[in-house]
């Protein structure tokens, strides 16, 4: 039961780059394994990116590798997602998520999540 709520989206050209954030209020947001999916129209919602609860793990989706990191900052209650390298593709709405306790392996399916920001919107011109 913890809230999050995303912000940073926006329009930027390709090649660009952008730095979205999750803030989360509720519940001790230490204790929570903690990603990123993002939703194009029609399309499916994917796994981006995913970090544990201390920072130490961190996992990405092989489209974004070398382009986006991915942090925490536990004081601040705040997850960051940085962008780099933006393409026309990347365009979607992106989601933060969380599950209280461990990132167990595997668990990059959207079901592993039970809380879920209401998603802030990506678009990369070409």
């Known amino acids: 039961q913890v809230q999050l709520v995303e912000s940073g989206g926006g329009l930027v050209q390709a090649g660009g780059s952008l730095r979205l954030s999750c803030a989360a209020s509720?519940?001790?947001?230490?204790?929570?394994?903690m990603a990123w999916f993002r939703q194009a129209p029609g399309k499916e919602r994917e796994f981006v990116a995913r970090?544990?609860?201390?920072?130490?793990?961190?996992n990405y989706a092989d489209f974004v590798k070398g382009r986006f990191t991915i942090s925490r900052d536990n004081a601040k209650n705040t997850m960051y997602l940085q962008m780099n390298s933006l393409k026309p593709e990347d365009t979607a709405v992106y989601y933060c998520?969380?599950?209280?306790?461990?990132?167990?392996?595997?668990?990059?399916?959207?079901?592993?999540?039970?809380?879920w920001g209401q998603g802030t919107q990506v678009a990369v011109s070409s």
């Open positions: 998520a969380a599950v209280q306790g461990r990132c167990y392996s595997g668990t990059y399916a959207a079901t592993s999540f039970d809380s």
């Open positions: 509720g519940r001790t947001f230490s204790m929570y394994c």
């Open positions: 970090i544990s609860w201390s920072g130490g793990t961190l």
